[in-house]
Nanobody, 124 residues
Framework: QLQLVESGGGLVQAGGSLRLSCAAS????????MGWLRQAPGKEREVVAA????????YYADSAKGRFTISRDNAKNTVYLQMSSLKPEDTAVYYC?????????????????WGQGTQVTVSS
């Protein structure tokens, strides 16, 4: 099993920034492609950003482009999501998740291991 633990969520005003972190343990972190997903009340879980195992390639949902940056540090077994220019519609529970050899990083179904989630609330 790959254990994932998110941190860094909280309450922030619109226009503000947050950095989410996800610490991995239990298996070889560097073997996994990683994603950040979110789920707002009444909505489906969506992939916000993803990064390949090496960090050489990234994916962003249209809603995240230009505002969010995903990165990873394989030496620290950690993946990050830097979020800026936050909007009230970014309010959701954010999850990090891991996949092996993901072919469709934009699809939540690609991910095999999930963290417990961290709440992000953006006030207007």
């Amino acid at each position: 099993q790959l254990q994932l633990v998110e941190s860094g969520g909280g309450l922030v005003q619109a226009g503000g920034s947050l950095r989410l972190s996800c610490a991995a343990s239990g298996r070889t972190f560097s073997a996994y492609d990683m994603g950040w997903l979110r789920q707002a009340p009444g909505k489906e879980r969506e992939v916000v950003a993803a990064i390949t195992w090496s960090g050489s390639s990234t994916y962003y949902a249209d809603s995240a482009k230009g505002r969010f940056t995903i990165s990873r540090d394989n030496a620290k077994n950690t993946v990050y999501l830097q979020m800026s220019s936050l909007k009230p519609e970014d309010t959701a529970v954010y999850y990090c998740a891991a996949a092996r050899f993901s072919q469709r990083p934009w699809s939540a179904g690609e991910y095999n291991f999930w963290g417990q989630g961290t709440q992000v609330t953006v006030s207007s």
